[in-house]
């Protein structure tokens, strides 16, 4: 049972910080100011010929649709010095399956939390004396969780023009998202560079996170495997 109660918050552990992913993949997503400062860094008023405050009203927009919030990306502005719709048909179905991509993942994070709140509470309330292995388990379920995140990071850093490509070829069952950069507003205003910037984003963001789990996860199990060995 001892065993089995620190395993189990080794488990618990992993699907909580898999929702805390998602979490951070959400946030930062949804960041104006993050939009802001990569249309700066891009040069995406030139890309685009649109000016700045019409590009944040657009990606508005995007967010807005991401989150559920209204049922379209339908939207209007001057594309160098013309009023046009901004986003064409391919581009609008591509968002549709990114759509529902989002919808699953904040179906999957509430399924994580809960069921990792869950286990980690029935590890807590069976483990008895050996509350130092649950903990034991949350510093080690971290570490698991990070070694794999690590390797998936170094995949993607070391070939991350392949790895988007995977990535896209894994949740798409389509072709709509290779968009053509030289008429499609959807990939001038978000080109790879931005992928780039938001995957490092989140995977800081995570990082802290879960170094402060794990960190007081070790120091807990430390601390009370000492005060039950001097018992």
């Not at 019409?54 to 379209?72: F, K, Q």
Request: hydrophobic fraction near 55%; glycine fraction near 8%; charge should be negative.
């Amino acid at each position: 049972m001892k065993r089995f109660c620190g395993i189990m918050a080794g488990v618990a552990t992993c699907v909580l910080l898999f929702g805390i992913f998602l979490q951070c993949l959400f946030s930062s997503s949804y960041s104006m100011a993050f939009f802001a400062e990569e249309f700066e860094k891009n040069g995406t008023v030139e890309a685009t010929g649109i000016e700045k405050s019409d590009l944040m009203d657009i990606a508005r927009v995007l967010v807005d649709y991401l989150r559920g919030e209204r049922e379209d990306i339908v939207v209007r502005a001057n594309v160098r010095g013309a009023a046009r719709e901004i986003f064409n048909e391919r581009e609008t179905l591509h968002m549709i399956d990114v759509r529902l991509l989002y919808d699953l993942a904040r179906n999957v994070r509430l399924i994580a939390f809960i069921a990792g709140v869950l286990m980690l509470a029935v590890a807590l309330l069976l483990s008895g004396d050996n509350i130092h292995g649950v903990f034991g388990g949350i510093f080690f379920g971290t570490v698991a969780f990070l070694i794999v995140l690590g390797g998936f990071a170094l995949y993607v850093a070391l070939d991350f023009y392949n790895a988007f490509t995977a990535f896209h070829h894994l949740l798409f069952t389509n072709d709509l998202w290779l968009l053509d950069p030289r008429t499609d507003i959807l990939i001038q205003m978000l080109p790879a560079g931005f992928f780039m910037d938001i995957a490092l984003r989140i995977a800081l963001s995570f990082l802290g996170i879960a170094v402060i789990a794990g960190g007081a996860g070790f120091l807990l199990w430390r601390r009370l495997r000492e005060h039950w060995a001097d018992a």
